[in-house]
């Protein structure tokens, strides 16, 4: 499989020393062995979603509880959850930590993807929501710290992009 599981270990690992102990998602390629490695983990609750927006008030629920989490979702997962975000985590100040695996850039060879990727950066912006790009697995750690730092000091959503360059491996 072209999805790095080295890196994705690398993001597992980043979340625990976070102090993240609940992941929420949907099955989606790039997040395969995210997903994998918190089902296998007994230290980390993994709750299957059957909709991206169900996180966000999974994630609340967590909050409330005094556990860190964090969602991973895909672009258009994203873009589905747009309601939920502003009507709950920013409304009512709840830390969200989303990390999108950022489809549709350069090198996508999927065209479904293409439309959901070119929106996602100007529908965090409009949102407010801060952001950044993980891109190398030299970020990934620091990235992930910060971002729960900031979430949590802010009481609001952030967003890590899962980039191409991080999680696929190229068959050479």
Known sequence: M?????????IYDALKSAGVRLVSALPETW???????ADDDPEMILVRLAKEEEGIGISAGAHLAGVSSAMLMQN??????V???????QLYRIPLLMLISFRGEFGE????????????????????????RLDSPSVVKKSIQDAMT????????????????LMWEDAN
């Open 150 to 165: 900031l979430s949590s000091a802010n009481l609001r959503p952030v967003a890590l992009l899962l980039c191409r360059d």
């Open 109 to 132: 060879t999927d065209p479904w993807q293409t439309e959901g990727g070119g929106v996602t950066i100007p529908v965090l912006d409009a949102l407010g929501i801060p952001w950044k």
């Open 2 to 10: 072209p999805v790095s599981s080295q890196n994705s270990q690398l």
């Open 31 to 37: 997040l395969v062995h995210l997903v994998g490695l």
């Open 76 to 81: 258009h997962g994203f873009l589905a959850s």
């Open 83 to 89: 309601n939920s975000i502003v009507s709950l985590a």
